[in-house]
């Protein structure tokens, strides 16, 4: 398990900037639209390759639906407008809040209640994230409403991982999540073809180019599927404290990449979200 949340801390977190890079050039619902789809041809192939069914059984697509709606839908068409008005590294961060909101929704939903390591480990994670975000409150107030995007992905997230989690599947990890981005996709999809035009792809770069087929396969056939295999293992809240040091590997490829600021507050900020994914992953390592 830390092997795993390791290769997804790292992916997602330098998936941040390839976003960031591709949102600029295609927009940000035509990126996510054309995201979620390869990605899920992507998916499938590799279930079928694995040996996998692909078939759901009858009414199962139903029940996913609004799963998917939220897990997906929710936290691609929100980031993605919000990746359009903040830095890539400063929404990583915002995104992150996410063990905060699975921990209320899983205490909703699953009745979950967690034990001394958890309870340490989630303030201790946040505090961590809190570090990392301070310094741009002020300009983050400048442009709340990406802000307020970003967050509310968060929480779409969040509640996506908790409903999943509590679940009855018959379907295998890739199966699932193939389906889950091609049921979720289709609300990104809706608002693409109701908000934004259609890009002038001759002028698409390679960077632009490489962001999103970056996004479309590390990121989303690879690091996705990792973090449903994940869900159905552990408590969402566990998951989600488990990579808070993505938004950090986020702020560091975003400054190398793009060049946007950096300063020594990631190191302050490992100080906090270190030991608290060594809390929660130790024991059950």
Known sequence: MPLLVAFVTVFWGLNWPAMKVAVAELGPLFFRSIN???????IFLLARLSGERLAPEPGELMRLFPVALVNVGGWH??????????????????????????????????????????LLALPLGLLGVLVLVAPERELLGERPLGALLVLLGAMSWALGAVLTRAGQWSLRVFALTGWQLVLGGVV????????DPVPDLGALTWRGVVGTLY?????????????????????????????????????????WLLGEPLGLREVGALAFILPAIALVLWRRS
């Open 36 to 42: 979620v789809y390869l990605a899920a041809a992507g």
């Open 77 to 118: 068409l929100f980031t993605g407008l919000g990746l359009a008005r903040i830095e890539g590294g400063r929404a990583a961060v915002i995104a992150y809040t996410m063990p905060l909101w699975a921990a209320l929704f899983g205490r909703m939903a699953l009745g979950e209640r967690h034990g001394v390591r958890t």
């Open 188 to 195: 990104v999809v809706v608002g693409w073809l109701v908000s």
């Open 215 to 255: 996004a479309s396969t590390f990121a989303l056939v690879l690091c996705f599927a990792a973090f449903i295999k994940m869900v159905m293992l552990l408590s969402p809240t566990v998951v989600g404290i488990a990579m808070l040091a993505t938004p950090v590997v986020g702020l560091v490829s975003s400054a």
